[in-house]
């Protein structure tokens, strides 16, 4: 039982561990497929008073509109560490532009003015802010032609304080830029230059240089949001083309379209946002308890019904009804009989009770034979036999005590005698 009780349990872990692992649960991180699709969060402005916050699935394009927010938002950057995306909203706010965190389901809190660590003013440094970009804890936010640094560690003393700012340069190019994309490979920041005429530019955040990519261009328009997708493709998305905003992505050989919105006055993009879990795998079904059926003994053939030895009943007396008592000093033969061997005894025909239990037909059995006569009468004579041999040891004994004691006593009336 507790050897079946063990194989069970090994079997529902082999289950479970064939789920999780079919699921990917179990698999290294390098054998991990990668991504196909991701999510980003993007805000678009029609007004430039209040904005939409949208979902943007890649490379796909739908869209999904999450919130609504009565600011106008802008310079969003995802976090991954911490699963929120960072922003800057215009709310009429008295000390200016504010830093606001949105979830995953586009709900937003107001975090309030940026600060310097030097200046403690009352002016939000954040403000007029047009791009933003994450790189771990630092949140790039550009406004004009200046980058400043945000620290949005929570644990950090510096939370919520921006240090710079770096100029770039050359700042007609800079200043057509109002997205841009971290690329962790490089450590640069991938926008996109109106003034450039849709050239493709990257931001160093240490120097300030700003330099087009020789071949990257986008269809001629201001470009206001600018992630790179699944795919490490850079996708932008351009507020207004043909009375309409649309989204490209820029292959090898040019920009194709993806996605078409209403017309904006103003958009910005941050992602890939980190993908929900997948739901857990369903658990095992319960072992069994119960121990597997036994397995049911082939059926018999018909040369089996003879009788078997064991049913033959037993023809020698029992040794203790048959072995006397005798004289210690006398060596006396085996008191039991010779144990004879079974006589072969004819197979008598099967009854026919078992004979009508065969599916097919048998003859009738012949008459039987008497075995039990023929059989008994060899060990009685040998019975008798043994019964005589035991007197006769009987008589024997006697005499030979009388021997012994009739001599003990001629031999001490000699010796009185003499």
Partial sequence: ????????????????????????????????????????????????????????????????????????????????????????????????????????????????????????????????????????????????????????????????????????????????????????????????????????????????????VPGEQFPEATYGAVVFGPDHKLYATANWIDGRSVTYRLDDDGAVEVSTGPPLAMSDGAGCLAEPPPPPPPPPPPPSSSAPPPTSPPPSSPTSLSPTPSTTPSLSPPPSSASPTLPPSSSTPSSLPPTMPNPVIPSPQPPDVMIRQIPMPQPPAPPRAEPVKAIQKPPEKRAAKARNNVKKQRRWGITAVLLIVGGGAVAARARRAR
């Fill in 1 to 212: 039982m507790r050897g079946s009780r063990y194989l069970t349990v090994v079997a529902a872990a082999a289950a479970v561990a064939g789920l999780l692992v079919a699921s990917g649960w179990l698999a290294p991180a390098r054998q991990r497929a990668a991504a196909t699709s991701c999510r980003v969060l993007q805000v678009e402005s029609r007004d430039g008073r209040s904005s939409g916050i949208v979902r943007l699935t890649l490379p796909s394009g739908s869209r999904h509109l999450l919130h609504h927010s009565p600011f106008a938002l802008n310079a969003i950057a995802y976090s991954a560490a911490q699963d929120v995306t960072y922003g800057v909203a215009d709310g009429r706010f008295h000390d200016g532009w504010h830093a606001v965190r949105i979830d995953s389901g586009g709900e937003l809190t107001d975090l309030g003015a940026v600060g310097r660590e030097t200046h403690h003013g009352v002016w939000s440094w954040v403000t007029g802010a047009t791009a933003g970009a994450m790189s771990g804890n630092s949140w790039y936010v550009k406004r004009a032609t200046s980058l400043y640094t945000v620290d949005v560690d929570p644990r950090s003393s510096g939370y919520l304080t921006a240090t710079g700012p770096v100029l770039l340069h050359p700042w007609w190019l800079a200043a057509g830029v109002d997205d841009f994309a971290y690329n962790p490979e490089d450590g640069l920041l991938y926008g996109v230059s109106s003034t450039g005429e849709g050239a493709v530019v990257t931001v160093n955040p240490v120097s300030g240089n700003v330099a087009k």
